[in-house]
Nanobody, 124 residues
Framework: QVQLVESGGGSVRAGDSLTLSCVVS????????MAWFRQAPGKEREFVAG???????YYADSVKGRFTISRDNAENTVYLQMINLKPDETAVYYC??????????????????WGQGTQVTVSS
């Protein structure tokens, strides 16, 4: 059984940095397309960043240059490094995995597995 467990969320001020972690168990992380989504209260879940099988990365326009997704195969973990955080990026951040696509898609419905989410709160 595949499980994704996120950690690293917290409360920070605008301009601060955070790194989120997603530990994957049950299957080798490199065999999945991985992605981070976020969902703010009252809003739909939105794609933030993705990592394809061959390592190519994809980002939402709003986070390009500030967020970095990466994978540590030895630790079976995916990371999301976030710098210069903004108050409107307050949300629950979710890790997701898909085994049907070689590259990330922005549609949450394309992902087979989800973590429980980790809260990121950015104050002004």
């Amino acid at each position: 059984q595949v499980q994704l467990v996120e950690s690293g969320g917290g409360s920070v001020r605008a301009g601060d940095s955070l790194t989120l972690s997603c530990v994957v168990s049950g299957r080798i992380v490199s065999r999945y397309t991985m992605a981070w989504f976020r969902q703010a209260p009252g809003k739909e879940r939105e794609f933030v960043a993705g990592l394809g099988w061959i390592g190519r990365t994809y980002y939402a326009d709003s986070v390009k240059g500030r967020f970095t997704i990466s994978r540590d195969n030895a630790e079976n973990t995916v990371y999301l490094q976030m710098i210069n955080l903004k108050p409107d990026e307050t949300a629950v951040y979710y890790c997701a995995a898909a085994d049907r696509f070689l590259v990330p898609t922005p549609n949450p419905k394309d992902y087979n597995y989800w973590g429980q989410g980790t809260q990121v709160t950015v104050s002004s």
